[in-house]
T-cell receptor, first 116, second 115 residues
Framework: DGGITQSPKYLFRKEGQNVTLSCEQN?????MYWYRQDPGQGLRLIYY???????QKGDIAEGYSVSREKKESFPLTVTSAQKNPTAFYLC???????????????FGPGTRLTVL | AQKVTQAQTEISVVEKEDVTLDCVYE???????LFWYKQPPSGELVFLIR??????QNEISGRYSWNFQKSTSSFNFTITASQVVDSAVYFC????????????FGKGTKLSVIP
C-alpha cells in the first residue's frame, strides 16, 4: 500500500536529549513537510523539502533540524535547543507541479512526543 | 499574506442537530485551493474536500455540505443530522502560489456531538 509512515506513534524523552522522528513515504512524492500541532494552535510548518539534499525553514524552525538524503525519507530531529518540544508532530508529502491542482498534501499518522 | 480564520474554537451540539463550521481566508492570489480536514482523536488528518477558486458551486456529500463564497472569502462546512462519530477537530486550509505551495491552516474547530 502507498502511504506515509511515521514511527513511533508515542515517544518519550528526557529533557535535554535530542530525539529524531522518522517519516517515510512510498508515494514517490517530491516534497515532504513537517508540522507541529499544539492544542488551540492548529498546524504550524517546521521545515519542508522540495528536492533531495535541499530543505527550507518553515514558520517555527528554531530548535529543529532535518535532512533529506533520500527522496522517500525526511527525518526530523528535535534538539535540546527547542524550549517546549512536547507536541504532536505530523509529516506530509506532495507532488511538486506547476499546476496547483496536483500539490495536495497527504499526511502521516503523526508522532506524539512527550519530554519529561 | 496568507491567513485562514476559524473563529469557532469549540462547538457542542446534540446528536441529530445540524452544525456549521465557519472558515474565512485571505490571499492575494486569484488561483488557490481550499481544503477541509477532519482530525479524530487518533490524530491522523482525514481529507474531506478540496475546492479551487474558480468553482463556486456548493457541494454535498452525504450529510456533509460546503458553501464557498468568494465575495465574502468564506468556505463554510455544514454537517446535517450530526452523529457522535462526527466528534473531532476540523481544520480549514488554504493552498496558493503566494504561499509557495504551502498549506496555511486555520486553528481548527473542535466539534463535540453529545448523544
Amino acid at each position: 500500500d502507498g502511504g506515509i509512515t511515521q514511527s513511533p506513534k508515542y515517544l518519550f524523552r528526557k529533557e535535554g536529549q535530542n530525539v529524531t522522528l522518522s517519516c517515510e513515504q512510498n508515494l514517490n512524492h517530491d516534497a515532504m513537510y513537517w508540522y507541529r500541532q499544539d492544542p488551540g494552535q492548529g498546524l504550524r510548518l517546521i521545515y519542508y523539502s522540495q528536492i533531495v539534499n535541499d530543505f527550507q525553514k518553515g514558520d517555527i524552525a528554531e530548535g529543529y533540524s532535518v535532512s533529506r538524503e533520500k527522496k522517500e525519507s525526511f527525518p526530523l530531529t528535535v534538539t535540546s535547543a527547542q524550549k517546549n518540544p512536547t507536541a504532536f508532530y505530523l509529516c506530509a508529502s506532495s507532488i511538486i507541479s506547476g499546476d496547483l491542482n496536483y500539490n495536495e498534501q497527504f499526511f502521516g499518522p503523526g508522532t506524539r512526543l512527550t519530554v519529561l | 499574506a496568507q491567513k485562514v480564520t476559524q473563529a469557532q474554537t469549540e462547538i457542542s451540539v446534540v446528536e441529530k442537530e445540524d452544525v456549521t463550521l465557519d472558515c474565512v481566508y485571505e490571499t492575494r492570489d486569484t488561483t488557490y485551493y481550499l481544503f477541509w480536514y477532519k482530525q479524530p482523536p487518533s490524530g491522523e488528518l482525514v481529507f474531506l474536500i478540496r475546492r479551487n477558486s474558480f468553482d463556486e458551486q456548493n457541494e454535498i456529500s452525504g450529510r456533509y455540505s460546503w458553501n464557498f463564497q468568494k465575495s465574502t472569502s468564506s468556505f463554510n462546512f455544514t454537517i446535517t443530522a450530526s452523529q457522535v462519530v462526527d466528534s473531532a477537530v476540523y481544520f480549514c486550509a488554504l493552498l496558493s502560489w503566494a504561499g509557495s505551495y504551502q498549506l496555511t491552516f486555520g486553528k481548527g474547530t473542535k466539534l463535540s456531538v453529545i448523544p
